[in-house]
């Protein structure tokens, strides 16, 4: 399998096969490699001729530094699970150098208000960094599709707007949350979860699943306090947020209307690890 760790040497392997009208199939990751991205480069294998991953911990979206530290580093075994599903995959796990030079600073961004909600007014400077790692992997890999996973909803749709914004040659496919078995969305950041850590997690997507269901029959307030009680009730979990909002805008929801889509948006901490997941309500 090729494994690449320059953006000189990728160019040039990818360069005169897009001339011959190959379509290049591009999965961002940070690594730490789990079934969520190996159903994503499922899709992208299905829908292109070629498939480059990209395994780079992109240093500018984190606003935390003991996050950056922390974070999982797996390249090894994520060569080889990536192997196991297709040797014809292209790895691209460059340098922060390669990548930043000596100027590991984000771009400055706006995406129409996306980037001022939830993990936005969390997480400064977390969007910014995100929009230039993932607008310079576009460049790099002159990928005709990028795929992304709907875990990270509100970066999902922020690269949807980006690429609009600069009409950037690419075509953003969503692909849905791929969930253990126990319904634990799949992420890096289970890596850092102990193993009884791991099995409470599951109740994250019990209380969404529940709120789902009373998102039928009653408002929005009604099952905010319902999600808040509920995570008060186990202590070794911390919210951060819980949030319904209008899947499209992202706007906090207040009021039901009709013909607009929600979706649940939770972050909790547990552990000392922070977990996000989502949820469509109806
Ligand atoms: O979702 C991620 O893993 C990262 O935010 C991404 C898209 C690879 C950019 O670094």
Redesign the pocket.
């Known amino acids: 399998m090729l494994v690449y760790t320059t953006q000189i040497t990728l160019k040039e392997h990818l360069s005169p096969l897009k001339s011959k009208g190959k379509t290049i199939g591009l999965v961002?990751?940070?690594g730490a490699i789990h079934m969520g991205h190996l159903s994503l480069m499922q899709e992208a294998l299905s829908q292109n001729d070629i498939v480059v991953v990209?395994i780079?911990v992109?240093p500018t979206?984190f606003n935390n530094p003991n996050d950056l530290e922390k974070y999982p580093r797996t390249l090894e075994r994520d060569v080889k699970l990536i192997e196991s599903l297709s040797d014809k995959i292209i790895v691209f796990a460059p340098s922060v150098e390669d990548i930043y030079a000596d100027n590991a600073v984000a771009d400055i961004f706006k995406y129409d208000g996306l980037e001022n909600q939830m993990e936005g007014a969390n997480r400064p400077g977390h969007f910014n960094g995100?929009g230039t790692?993932?607008k310079k992997l576009f460049e790099i890999t002159e990928a005709d599709k990028a795929y992304?996973?709907e875990k990270?909803f509100q970066?999902l749709q922020i690269i949807r707007n980006m690429t609009t914004q600069f009409k950037l040659p690419v075509e953003i496919v969503g692909v849905p949350i791929f969930r253990q078995e126990d319904g634990l969305a799949m992420s890096s950041r289970n890596e850092l979860l102990s193993d009884e850590a791991k099995k409470e997690a599951t109740l994250i997507n019990q209380i969404m699943l529940q709120a789902k269901n009373l998102f039928k029959s009653k408002s929005i307030k009604e099952v905010v306090d319902f999600v808040e009680n509920e995570f008060k009730k186990h202590s070794n979990f911390e919210l951060e947020y819980f949030e319904i909002a209008d899947e499209k805008t992202l706007q906090t929801a207040i009021e039901k209307t009709e013909n607009t889509k929600y979706r649940g948006f939770v972050v909790v901490h547990l552990d000392n690890v922070r977990l996000i997941d989502n949820i469509s309500l109806n």
């Open positions: 961002p990751t940070m990209s780079f992109n979206q995100v790692i993932v992304f996973g990270d970066q």
